[in-house]
């Protein structure tokens, strides 16, 4: 019915016009009124918003935020653009790519930033989302750093949370990474499990090392290169000589990026001192030589 009413007003003003006359007071110029359209403008995802699921890719179909009091497994902490280059290509940056680096870095400076230290100092886990290839020719060049509570340093699987993760690895924070109990296979560790530490323990987490940007093949080679990098933040937890010695106080254990996560920039190496032949029972952090003593 509303399409027949429209259509036969539209007639009217037809024969209207056809007579070369109009009724007092009508306008007879039908496009003289109409406002200009605003210029269209694409869709940019939001900082500080939640998701129900994980995601790799930024689908407006799939964008449906939730608060963060909610339950949820993703945050996004910062949204940015992409310039130079990696914006000029055709389609969304692929892993691995220099865009997906250039992206991955910034992520990994802003959430750091955002959960007040180096996010790969406690349960946690940093996606880049793009947006998707239909999005991307249309002229979205944002990327997400969406951040998601993990189950253990082993276990890199999602858990729910309710709350924000800004500050999340400021002071007490029961995400961030302290002491732990090695589980050993012959000499290989196959499992590093968290406990307190005032209880009995063997390692402790002293910091977070930035490896060279080589290839994976050549990281994975230079193992010594790594384990030194890891006594000198030793030395400096712990407040002992940063000297040849550091060896004979602590052994090292590093956790280092998967090949993926290194090819897409992650150089983050996650370093811990072991004591092997004795329990500690205190943090070691600043607890100095006689607590930590060359043996």
Not at 15 to 23: E, V
Not at 211 to 232: G, I, M, N, W
Request: charged residues 20%; proline residues 5%; glycine residues 10%.
């Amino acid at each position: 019915m509303r399409r027949w009413w429209t259509a036969a007003v539209t007639g009217a003003l037809v024969a209207l016009a056809l007579t070369g006359c109009a009724p007092a007071g009508l306008d007879t110029d039908l496009t003289d009124d109409w406002p200009a359209l605003a210029a269209a403008e694409a869709f940019v995802p939001e900082a500080g918003v939640c998701h129900l699921a994980v995601q790799d890719v930024g689908y407006l179909s799939a964008y449906n935020p939730v608060d963060c009091g909610e339950s949820h497994r993703a945050e996004t902490l910062y949204v940015g653009t992409l310039s130079g280059a990696a914006a000029e290509r055709g389609t969304p940056p692929p892993a691995g790519s220099a865009g997906m680096r250039a992206a991955r870095a910034q992520c990994d400076r802003e959430v750091s930033k955002a959960v007040g230290a180096d996010w790969r100092g406690g349960r946690l886990g940093v996606g880049v989302v793009f947006p998707s290839p239909a999005a991307w020719a249309g002229g979205a060049r944002w990327f997400r750093c969406d951040v998601s509570e993990t189950t253990s340093l082993d276990e890199p699987g999602v858990s729910l949370r309710q709350g924000t993760l800004r500050g999340a690895l400021k002071g007490d924070s029961a995400l961030a990474h302290r002491c732990f109990n090695p589980k050993l296979d012959g000499d290989d560790i196959t499992e590093m499990r968290a406990v307190s530490c005032t209880a009995k323990h063997h390692a402790e987490f002293v910091g977070v090392y930035q490896a060279p940007d080589v290839s994976y093949a050549q990281f994975s080679e230079a193992t010594l290169r790594t384990h030194k990098a890891c006594r000198k933040l030793i030395a400096k937890y712990a407040a002992v000589p940063d000297d040849a010695n550091v060896q004979y106080r602590a052994g090292t254990i590093f956790y280092h990026p998967y090949e993926q996560e290194w090819k897409d920039g992650n150089r983050g190496v996650q370093c811990f001192l072991w004591v092997s032949d004795r329990s500690l029972t205190r943090s070691m952090k600043g607890a100095g030589s006689k607590a930590l003593p060359i043996r």
